[in-house]
């Protein structure tokens, strides 16, 4: 089976039926995707399939792709046969390293030789996950966030032995159902967004600890303060808007930089390359319009009885 162009996958296998996978399987549906799961737990197939059915309607609001069906979600009574013939596995088996290692080498043994052998893993690199694949240049990393049927974000990381047009032809196959993929230049244990969302309850914790503030007030200052902000923009663009007219250089100078001159000229040349075509004006308007749509859409907790 040659490895078809990143848009034209139309079978895909879902190898491990949790939260996770069954969440990729509903993500994969409204794809307009074919979709095969296998799982050993006992009733996988139902429990996977009230996932499913809780999350399309909001799938729904989304927007589906043309075609796109529950009922093109089938259950396979093994991984060999969930595998045999698909154009892509995601994989999301229980996050332990040597049953991951174990079950890639038992898809690569099944699996067409052209077809990418993804991970949902939340921190294990891929070089020990392919350390025991007869095709290991096609396993990577697809790193997904909960709930993996609404939030875009991928992270897909290579291997030592992973072949950079597999990295290529990953990160846009992500694209093309819908997410937003980022491909990393190195592997590194936990990625990108946890190490960063772990920086983050760390400091939380400490300040808890220290009699600064309740967990309570944690959330009230992230989710009313920059988790608004980050939730389109992203520290570093949130960084550069911090210096009004003057951006990213007058918080530079204003606050000082306790790296390096090459680093201080990547972070410059990063947000120009991001926004240098914009006006100050344009891309604050941006941010105002994005805070607005943020503040009427969300929905407050629930009230106790």
């Known amino acids: 089976m040659a490895r078809p162009a990143p848009d034209q996958v139309q079978r895909i296998a879902c190898v491990g039926g949790g939260y996770i996978g069954a969440g990729w399987a509903a993500a994969f549906l409204a794809a307009g995707k074919d979709v095969v799961m296998s799982d050993p737990g006992p009733d996988a197939e139902a429990k996977a399939r009230v996932i499913i059915e809780q999350a399309w309607p909001y799938l729904e609001g989304l927007g589906l ?169 992203g520290p570093v663009t949130c960084y550069h808007l911090g210096g009004g007219k003057g951006g990213v250089r007058h918080m530079i100078d204003h606050f000082g930089w306790k790296r390096d001159e090459d680093a201080k000229n990547q972070l410059i040349g990063s947000v120009d390359n991001m926004y240098g075509h914009l006006s100050m004006d344009e891309l604050e308007r941006w941010r105002d319009e994005n805070l607005m749509i943020m503040l009427k859409g969300l929905k407050p907790v629930p009230a106790k009885d």
């Open 65 to 233: 792709a043309p075609g796109a069906s529950p009922d093109r979600f089938s259950f396979a009574s093994s991984v060999e046969d969930a595998v045999a013939e698909v154009e892509f596995v995601q994989e999301s088996a229980p996050d332990r390293e040597d049953l991951k290692i174990k079950l890639f080498a038992q898809m690569d043994a099944a699996a067409p030789a052209d077809t990418v052998l993804s991970s949902s893993s939340s921190a294990f690199i891929p070089t020990n996950l392919q350390s025991e694949c007869s095709h290991p240049e096609r396993v990577i990393i697809g790193h997904p966030f909960a709930p993996s049927y609404l939030i875009p974000l991928v992270e897909v990381v290579g291997g030592k032995q992973t072949d950079a047009e597999v990295l290529t032809w990953s990160h846009a196959f992500y694209e093309a159902v819908g997410k937003k993929s980022m491909t990393l230049k190195n592997e590194i244990e936990a990625y990108v967004a946890n190490r960063i969302q772990h920086v983050v309850f760390e400091e939380a914790a400490s300040l808890v600890a220290q009699g600064v503030c309740d967990y309570e007030d944690i959330d009230t200052a992230v989710a009313y303060g920059p988790g608004l902000r980050w939730a389109f923009a």
